[in-house]
Nanobody
Framework: VQLVESGGGSVQPGGSLTLSCTAS????????LGWFRQAPGKEREGVAC????????KYSDSAEDRFTISLDNAKATVYLQMTNLGPEDSGRYYC??????????????????WGQGTLVTVSS
């Protein structure tokens, strides 16, 4: 499975940004995708996840109400719409995938495939 993220960049506090991740190589039509982020000196943390079967989603407390994860099955592309961004949202954002799963995880150890990440900087 290959995952390629895009859409990172610099934004001012209170701004918005949408990340994309295109997946390829899933063996089954059933899979889970998640977004994670890692700030310098901190552990990787889960942000949101979605499953391909019914688009069930789950969010971390920090992402709830501000971020929206969505999936275009035809394009095998997952999006993360982020609004009302703050400096604490800065970091490298990673897309992760798990094949053959109908479960939605926001724990990094549940995923076997990872993208290279895209950098998000929130600063005035």
């Amino acid at each position: 499975v290959q995952l390629v993220e895009s859409g990172g960049g610099s934004v001012q506090p209170g701004g918005s940004l949408t990340l994309s991740c295109t997946a390829s190589g899933f063996t089954f039509g059933l899979y889970g995708l998640g977004w994670f982020r890692q700030a310098p000196g901190k552990e990787r943390e889960g942000v949101a996840c979605i499953v391909s079967s019914d688009h069930y989603t789950k969010y971390s407390d920090s992402a709830e109400d501000r971020f929206t994860i969505s999936l275009d099955n035809a394009k095998a592309t997952v999006y993360l719409q982020m609004t009302n961004l703050g400096p604490e949202d800065s970091g490298r954002y990673y897309c992760a995938g798990v094949d053959g799963s109908s479960l939605c995880y926001i724990r990094p150890d549940e995923y076997g495939s990872w993208g290279q990440g895209t950098l998000v900087t929130v600063s005035s």
